[in-house]
């Protein structure tokens, strides 16, 4: 339910009862991942989806139950052969829905947690907000008395890898048996687009739609007008080497960041490169012609850069769907990218085989987002 706190904390402090119906469980080929929410307000008004269609009604139905009567549910989904029209997933796989009543000041105001943990069984247990490990012991002790002294190690490395999951726990384990599920919220990855132009511009607009924090640098004062760019969350005028730099050394870097050098200008582009190429990005894009990067790849060894770390830039930038136009070029930018971060083929659907939603697909997108 983190994806929409904020609209939840504003709906109950307006007196309005919700539900939080989120994913607990997945199995075999679904479309959303675990911690997937659909927020249910006591009026009917409905804010996100669970799977685009197939569940959505009968979710519905069951999160005003759940208002009505302060008593949460799980219930779950899976494709019947037998009747394919009914309530299910046409996709041939499952999930389970965890429907959370919440009333009127029931959750805190304040910034949105970047994870919670709440209880699954046993009655109405709100979501806690944890952070640190001492967080989780008194989430623990509150939802669980007596757990046992593995449970926080489990969760521990669960928070600590940003997982959001379900650890159900035997009787050993608490002296009874219990569901405990952690969501996590992992902070928008990073975006920076070297070059300050039309490209740029269209980049800037597809990424903060994507969910990045989108940073625009040009070392020319001229081109940096940040009204050029309303979607990004900062214009800089900055040589592109050095903001790249910095964004390291501040730990802003990892393998869910892209950088995209949009520039045709030697100077800007080898040593921009050489530092995106070294730093811990999980993608680099250049934008140019094939020639261009044949001059760039003869350039960057000439300034020391491993074969290994040339290996990894992406140039000419984009997938082949004939893009022409800024925002054409953007939609096949981010379509390289989103099938690098799920190790994706980047083939057209209709040409392959096995499951569209595979688990290991949303697995490899989830760690790199």
């Known amino acids: 339910m983190l994806d929409h706190w904020d609209d939840v904390v504003s709906a109950l402090g307006r007196g309005t009862p919700c539900a939080a119906a989120t994913i607990i469980r997945t199995s075999g080929s679904v479309p959303r991942p675990a911690g997937t929410s659909m927020v249910v307000a006591a009026d009917g008004g409905v804010l996100g989806s ?10 519905l139905e069951s999160a005003l139950e759940a208002i009505a009567d302060g008593k949460p549910r799980t219930e779950s989904f899976g494709y019947s052969d037998g009747d394919a029209f009914a309530v299910g997933l046409s996709c041939g796989g499952s999930l389970d829905v965890h429907i959370l009543p919440l009333a009127p000041g029931s959750l805190p105001d304040g910034p949105v947690p970047s994870a919670v943990l709440r209880r699954l069984d046993g009655g109405a247990h709100l ?39 379900t650890l159900p726990l035997a009787d050993g384990e608490c002296g009874q048996a219990a569901a405990l599920f952690l969501e996590c919220r992992a902070a928008a990855p990073t975006l920076l687009l070297l070059g300050a132009n039309d490209y740029s511009a269209a980049l800037s607009r597809m990424g903060a739609l994507l969910g990045y924090r989108v940073t625009v640098a040009d070392g020319r004062p001229a081109f940096t007008d940040p009204r050029r760019f309303p979607e990004a969350d900062a214009v800089v005028v900055q040589w592109p080497d050095a903001l790249v730099r910095a964004e390291q050394e501040a730990g802003r870097l990892d393998a869910r960041s892209v950088i995209c050098l949009l520039s045709h200008d030697a100077k800007f582009d080898v040593p921009a490169l050489a530092a995106a190429l070294q730093s811990g990005a999980g993608y680099v894009g250049a934008m140019g012609s094939r020639r261009t990067h044949r001059h760039r790849l003869r350039a960057l060894r000439n300034a020391g850069v491993p074969e290994a770390a040339l290996a990894r830039l992406h140039s000419p930038i984009g997938l082949d769907i004939g893009a022409v136009t800024p925002a054409e070029v953007a939609l096949s930018v981010f379509a390289e990218v989103t099938a690098a971060r799920s190790a994706a083929s980047g083939m057209p659907l209709r040409g392959l085989s096995g499951p569209i939603h595979s688990p290991t697909r949303l697995l490899n997108h989830l760690t790199a987002s």
Do not use: F, Y
């Open 50 to 59: 669970l799977t685009g269609g197939c569940v959505e009604a009968a979710v």
């Open 127 to 165: 979501p806690l907000p944890v952070a640190t490990g001492e967080d989780l012991r008194n989430a623990l002790e509150a939802l669980l008395p007596g757990a046992g002294s593995s449970v926080p190690d489990q969760l521990a490395g669960m928070l600590a890898a940003g997982q959001t999951g």
